[in-house]
């Protein structure tokens, strides 16, 4: 699938809840995103930002991919196939890297905010 062949509404990417604690592990899914691109950034980041938030100082890298399976969140991109960004090719590097705020920050690519932190006009 490429951009040319977005989805109706665009492309969307599915948070799931590695504790078990939604039904079938979807908290929520993302839509609107106009190009596949824009999707797996926004995946990517949202994966490393949980990443982070189950890293403890002095906690081993181990330690910390144990806590990210149990209580993190994952993201993939809905129908997007071979195409669609996977936290498995990463996963080993966001653990043994902590991330910049830059890499994890999934809100500024998220696009149910664009345009809410303009200035009134």
Same mark, same amino acid.
């Given at each position: 699938?490429?951009?040319l062949f977005a ?25 609107g995103f106009p ?20 890293? *403890?100082? $002095? ?12 209580? /993190? !969140? +994952?993201?993939e991109v809905v ?19 902590? *991330?910049? $705020? ?12 664009? /345009? !809410? +932190?303009?200035?009134?006009?």
């Open positions: 699938m490429s951009d989805p109706e509404g665009g492309w969307r990417v599915r948070i799931l809840d590695l504790s078990g604690g939604a039904q079938d592990n979807v908290v929520e899914e993302v839509g190009t596949l691109m824009q999707a797996n950034a926004f995946a990517r980041a949202y994966v490393r930002d949980s990443v982070e938030r189950c890293r *403890a100082p $002095g906690v081993s890298t181990k330690d910390v991919l144990e806590a990210w399976f149990a209580y /993190g !969140e +994952d993201a129908d997007a196939g071979e195409a669609g960004w996977r936290s498995a090719t990463e996963l080993g590097d966001f653990v043994d890297r902590p *991330a910049s $705020g830059e890499e994890r920050d999934w809100r500024a690519l998220d696009p149910r905010r664009i /345009g !809410e +932190d303009e200035p009134d006009e």
